[in-house]
């Protein structure tokens, strides 16, 4: 089932000689459930297609449907709405909030959507997390890993159509890299969260369902992969 598509793309910064191409004509579609890596150089147009996706920069012309809807015909109310409910964002530098404590940061983008946590909802994260003894602790007082757990825990709370996340691991050791992904991953088979996963790590876009590989705003190769191959490597 084709949950998200994107149709002839296209994100153009500048004019003139200074015309920069940051998307050029770019089309694809993502089923539901996927677990998708995007990787390139800096500069390919990765972190420009993850903004336009998330709702956070419109596209200069081409479309994007989540689940059939047009998300740049919305106004920005709309729009606000969608990227509150329809896209979870895992960042790099986790994006916590220093003065709420675990549970509070993964549950505040509900809040802030007018909607009640559900408690056990919230439990049972926490323990896919391995941050039920954690749960009241201020961003300060856990690891990097811990964080960005919680930051992966604010994406997942909401049940969003699709997760995006902007180079999760780049501030991590190898060891929490490893955990992170794991658990990724395992939010992917058990929930059937669709992912795009925007890395400079191989190894990384190895353990994803597919691998789109980006250059000067253009795909140059999109190929199926098994992970479950690289996971036993």
Known sequence: MELLKIDHLCKIYGKGENEVRALD???????????????????????????????????????VLLDGQDVYKQNNKNLAIFRRRQVGLIYQFYNLIPVLNAEENITLPMIMDGRKPDQKQLDDLLKLLELSDRRKHLPSQLSGGQQQ????GRALFTSPGVILADEPTGNLDSKNSAEIIALLRKSNREFNQTMIIITHDENIALQCDRIISFSDGKIVSDTMNTPAAAEEA
Do not use: E, N, W, Y
């Open 149 to 152: 757990r919680v930051s992966i």
């Open 25 to 63: 004509d770019v089309s694809f579609t993502v089923p539901k459930g996927q677990m998708l890596a995007v990787i390139g150089p800096s500069g390919s147009g990765k972190s420009t297609l993850l903004h336009i996706l998330g709702g956070v920069d419109r596209p200069t012309s081409g479309t």
